[in-house]
């Protein structure tokens, strides 16, 4: 009987003992079990941005060039041709999400953003010749029409704003961002910028 009362007490501790451990590995394994859950939710949500983001913009513009030739070295008047010209141009501003650079800490509870893509812009002009006013004496020519159509194009590389286009594309891709910081916020995830271009305090 003293023998059983003194092991009563071991046996007591060590039940006791045990019973902790399950207790701790438990819960161990539910907050384990959390973190992979949230990694692998916010990794997912990671994988479907994973496309182009594009932003079109299309401009169009009238352009009238006249050509005033000499016949005979001015012997005669001076003969003008004109040539009207429309041109309808469309900007793109695209962002490669497959090259952005994004690291997810699910032991700190972090999501890092070390590199955003850079932007393509690409200009697209069109040019349609409206009305063409000749002579008989002085054609206008391949070469000449030619030279309409370049000097069309290049002012309309010249009209397209490339900043403000970038910076309405940075919009739209933050824009997109925005649903992966939303479900990082959700699951109690900080946003760490490395790359200096996003303000983390209105997220």
């Known amino acids: ?21 399950l207790i701790y590995n438990s819960l161990s394994k539910r907050t384990e079990d959390k973190m992979q859950n949230d990694y692998y939710i916010i990794t997912n949500q990671i994988r479907k941005m994973n496309k182009m983001v594009v932003m079109e913009q299309d401009f169009s513009s009238m352009q009238k060039t006249k ?19 429309f041109t309808k141009t469309n900007a793109q501003v695209s962002y490669d999400l497959n090259k952005m650079k994004l690291e997810v800490d699910s ?24 009305s063409m006013d000749d002579s008989f004496l002085d054609r206008f020519n391949e070469k000449d029409l030619q030279k309409v159509t370049k000097s069309a194009k290049d002012n309309a590389y010249k009209t397209v704003n490339q900043q ?18 939303v479900l990082a916020r959700a699951l109690n995830y900080e946003i760490e910028d490395q790359t200096g271009q996003i ?3 209105k997220l």
């Open 1 to 21: 009987m003293k023998n059983y009362s003194k092991i009563l007490p071991f046996i007591i501790g060590a039940a006791a003992m045990l019973l902790m451990v």
């Open 67 to 85: 050509v005033t030739s000499q016949l005979l070295g001015g012997m005669l008047p001076n003969i003008e041709k004109e040539l009207i010209t």
């Open 107 to 130: 032991v700190n509870r972090k999501v890092i953003i070390r590199e955003l893509p850079a932007a393509d812009i690409k200009i697209i002009p069109s040019v349609e010749i409206q």
């Open 164 to 181: 403000r286009l970038r910076a309405e594309g940075r919009k739209q891709l933050l824009e997109n961002l925005d649903q992966l910081f």
């Open 199 to 201: 303000d983390t305090t």
